[in-house]
């Protein structure tokens, strides 16, 4: 296939000599958004130029040559704040700085000398002797912290520079790794938590996920990027990969003729300006999804926008050329090839898609999947699990987009013990609807970018509704950020709740959250409004939510649900 390999970033260039250029394109005068495929290559920003300067990927040999024996302080600010994103480090926040302080101080008055650290999970898809290493690693190196994350990732903290190659040497012995875990990179694929064993599966995009990571995860080709790009596959006909908001994602359908494969959508992505992926008609066999892969993200980094940091996310690409004019460069200047046209996926059966409970797989065993509460779990818990898949599966487990994890291969006349064992644990197989539906971003507690705090809000909001509304039984989603990015995918909740400074009741500013109501995922994907003037304090974040849901009950039409 045709893709166009970047310029070489290693030493800066003056603009019109990049080594590697995207071949016979027009060199327009007018910068406009630093498009490379239009031959402008002088970094616009600092963020463009410190890619230039040195590729992130180059940074691993300092940290493990230099940083990780002189200490802390002998780190290049370069390398702190930018390139250890692309072996998943970022400085967590310094303790007891408030929300208020955020915007205010300098990068360098936030930064802690602690990282966190993402580990990255593609496709969820985790063994036994992997979550042990992980648990291993956190109770050793983390101080015991351990978050699931709403990408399958797991997230570590306290990690000291000294004893980042150890946690390297540990994960990559048993097939893990934090390799452009961050960064403007090609971040962790998700996949179906279910892949290759749920009955109902369309297609089992596993050897896809593979084939992708083994041929460009840590690759130059793609390690400088506008930003960073986000990817799902899925088969499953839950639609169990927020493929809606990924910049790329092959969902499985059956073509009428050629039998199941992929539906392929480009440009969804949170944050600021808020847009849902489009589909491009597409559809792609299962063996051509890397090179199809590969086709998009080599246009997003040519074409790009590298002016403005906000701008830079393949959303904006494609919401400026729209749907068609993106299929015929794919298709001209990429593949080389015409795609075939194919079906959208189906409506959904169910709401909830987190694979939580018990379910039979194809195979005649069972998955088991369960809730901790916002994701929050920790290294000896995360060891326990892993002895416990070992003791009544076959030793796989998976992570899901839902801060969830589930446990693969269960034997009938095992089940019963597992859950027990899982119960035990206060992992629940049979949450409430809140623990259930309930997510939380990082938050103050390490986050330098954060207003308030999540974690713990989440946790208590959980227990407070359980308390509150025992008799609720319907298909909700809580979404918690801690400052107005979408880390939690606030904007696609029932109720999504943006942290930020807001008026107490004595005029004081206390953390609060903006409210947005009625976002949802699936075929009919809508934003959340953001309801004007609808704020709340932390503190009475459980009586505000407790008033919606008890409204709700009592207003409700027949058959009405509260997720839309
Ligand atoms: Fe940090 Fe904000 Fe993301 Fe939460 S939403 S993890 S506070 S950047």
Same mark, same amino acid.
């Given at each position: 296939?045709?893709?166009?390999?970047?310029?070489?970033?290693?030493?800066?260039?003056?603009?019109?000599?990049?080594?590697?250029?995207?071949?016979?394109?027009?060199?327009?005068?007018?910068?406009?958004?630093?498009?490379?495929?239009?031959?402008?290559?002088?970094?616009?920003?600092?963020?463009?130029?410190?890619?230039?300067?040195?590729?992130?990927?180059?940074?691993?040999?300092?940290?493990?040559?230099?940083?990780?024996?002189?200490?802390?302080?002998?780190?290049?600010?370069?390398?702190?704040?930018?390139?250890?994103?692309?072996?998943?480090?970022?400085?967590?926040?310094?303790?007891?700085?408030?929300?208020?302080?955020?915007?205010?101080?300098?990068?360098?008055?936030?930064?802690?000398?602690?990282?966190?650290?993402?580990?990255?999970?593609?496709?969820?898809?985790?063994?036994?002797?992997?979550?042990?290493?992980?648990?291993?690693?956190?109770?050793?190196?983390?101080?015991?912290?351990?978050?699931?994350?709403?990408?399958?990732?797991?997230?570590?903290?306290?990690?000291?520079?000294?004893?980042?190659?150890?946690?390297?040497?540990?994960?990559?012995?048993?097939?893990?790794?934090?390799?452009?875990?961050?960064?403007?990179?090609?971040?962790?694929?998700?996949?179906?938590?279910?892949?290759?064993?749920?009955?109902?599966?369309?297609?089992?995009?596993?050897?896809?996920?593979?084939?992708?990571?083994?041929?460009?995860?840590?690759?130059?080709?793609?390690?400088?990027?506008?930003?960073?790009?986000?990817?799902?596959?899925?088969?499953?006909?839950?639609?169990?990969?927020?493929?809606?908001?990924?910049?790329?994602?092959?969902?499985?359908?059956?073509?009428?003729?050629?039998?199941?494969?992929?539906?392929?959508?480009?440009?969804?992505?949170?944050?600021?300006?808020?847009?849902?992926?489009?589909?491009?008609?597409?559809?792609?066999?299962?063996?051509?999804?890397?090179?199809?892969?590969?086709?998009?993200?080599?246009?997003?980094?040519?074409?790009?926008?590298?002016?403005?940091?906000?701008?830079?996310?393949?959303?904006?690409?494609?919401?400026?050329?729209?749907?068609?004019?993106?299929?015929?460069?794919?298709?001209?200047?990429?593949?080389?090839?015409?795609?075939?046209?194919?079906?959208?996926?189906?409506?959904?059966?169910?709401?909830?898609?987190?694979?939580?409970?018990?379910?039979?797989?194809?195979? $005649?065993?069972?998955?088991? *999947? =369960?809730?901790?509460?916002? !994701?929050?779990?920790? /290294?000896?818990?995360? %060891?326990?699990?892993?002895?416990?898949?070992?003791?009544?599966?076959?030793?796989?487990?998976?992570?899901?987009?839902?801060?969830?994890?589930?446990?693969?291969?269960?034997?009938?006349?095992?089940?019963?013990?597992?859950?027990?064992?899982?119960?035990?644990?206060?992992?629940?197989?049979?949450?409430?609807?809140?623990?259930?539906?309930?997510?939380?971003?990082?938050?103050?507690?390490?986050?330098?970018?954060?207003?308030?705090?999540?974690?713990?809000?989440?946790?208590?909001?959980?227990?407070?509704?359980?308390?509150?509304?025992?008799?609720?039984?319907?298909?909700?989603?809580?979404?918690?950020?801690?400052?107005?990015?979408?880390?939690?995918?606030?904007?696609?909740?029932?109720?999504?709740?943006?942290?930020?400074?807001?008026?107490?009741?004595? $005029?004081?500013?206390?953390? *609060? =959250?903006?409210?947005?109501? !009625?976002?949802?995922? /699936?075929?009919?994907? %809508?934003?959340?409004?953001?309801?004007?003037?609808?704020?709340?304090?932390?503190?009475?974040?459980?009586?505000?939510?407790?008033?919606?849901?008890?409204?709700?009950?009592?207003?409700?039409?027949?058959?009405?649900?509260?997720?839309?």
């Amino acid at each position: 296939m045709a893709t166009t390999p970047a310029p070489d970033r290693a030493a800066p260039q003056p603009d019109a000599a990049p080594e590697r250029r995207p071949a016979a394109r027009k060199v327009t005068r007018h910068r406009g958004e630093g498009q490379w495929a239009r031959g402008h290559f002088t970094p616009l920003n600092a963020n463009e130029q410190l890619k230039k300067d040195d590729d992130g990927l180059n940074v691993r040999t300092r940290i493990e040559t230099i940083y990780a024996h002189r200490g802390f302080d002998s780190i290049d600010s370069a390398d702190l704040r930018g390139r250890m994103r692309w072996w998943g480090l970022y400085t967590q926040r310094r303790p007891g700085i408030d929300g208020g302080k955020t915007a205010v101080l300098e990068p360098h008055e936030l930064d802690d000398e602690y990282f966190m650290m993402r580990v990255r999970i593609d496709g969820g898809r985790l063994t036994t002797d992997q979550l042990r290493a992980i648990g291993e690693v956190s109770q050793a190196y983390a101080r015991g912290t351990a978050d699931l994350t709403d990408r399958q990732n797991v997230q570590l903290h306290w990690v000291r520079i000294e004893d980042v190659p150890a946690i390297w040497e540990r994960l990559e012995a048993v097939g893990l790794s934090t390799t452009e875990a961050c960064g403007d990179v090609p971040r962790v694929v998700l996949g179906s938590p279910v892949a290759g064993v749920a009955a109902d599966e369309i297609i089992d995009g596993t050897p896809a996920i593979d084939e992708i990571h083994r041929r460009f995860i840590g690759s130059k080709e793609f390690s400088n990027l506008p930003r960073k790009f986000k990817t799902a596959i899925s088969g499953s006909p839950l639609l169990d990969v927020v493929h809606e908001i990924n910049d790329v994602a092959f969902v499985g359908v059956v073509h009428p003729e050629h039998g199941p494969g992929f539906d392929l959508w480009v440009g969804g992505g949170l944050s600021t300006n808020p847009r849902f992926g489009v589909r491009l008609g597409a559809w792609v066999p299962l063996k051509e999804v890397p090179e199809v892969w590969a086709g998009v993200i080599s246009i997003f980094r040519d074409y790009g926008y590298r002016r403005l940091r906000n701008r830079a996310r393949l959303k904006f690409l494609v919401a400026d050329w729209g749907a068609e004019k993106f299929r015929q460069v794919l298709e001209d200047e990429y593949l080389k090839r015409s795609l075939l046209d194919g079906p959208a996926p189906e409506q959904p059966a169910q709401r909830w898609r987190d694979h939580v409970g018990v379910h039979r797989q194809k195979d $005649g065993n069972f998955y088991v *999947g =369960f809730a901790p509460r916002v !994701g929050r779990v920790d /290294g000896a818990l995360l %060891s326990k699990v892993a002895d416990l898949a070992a003791a009544h599966g076959s030793g796989r487990l998976r992570t899901t987009v839902e801060q969830k994890m589930i446990v693969l291969d269960v034997a009938e006349a095992q089940v019963d013990s597992l859950v027990a064992g899982l119960e035990a644990l206060d992992l629940r197989v049979s949450p409430s609807p809140f623990r259930r539906g309930t997510m939380a971003c990082t938050g103050i507690e390490f986050c330098k970018l954060a207003i308030v705090e999540t974690k713990e809000r989440g946790r208590s909001l959980i227990d407070e509704l359980e308390h509150r509304l025992p008799e609720f039984d319907e298909p909700l989603t809580i979404n918690i950020n801690g400052c107005p990015n979408a880390c939690a995918r606030i904007q696609t909740a029932d109720i999504g709740l943006k942290g930020q400074l807001v008026t107490g009741e004595n $005029g004081e500013q206390v953390e *609060g =959250f903006q409210v947005h109501l !009625g976002g949802a995922l /699936g075929l009919e994907p %809508s934003f959340g409004r953001k309801v004007r003037g609808l704020k709340v304090t932390s503190a009475e974040l459980p009586d505000y939510v407790e008033r919606v849901l008890r409204r709700f009950q009592a207003e409700r039409t027949e058959g009405e649900r509260f997720a839309q």
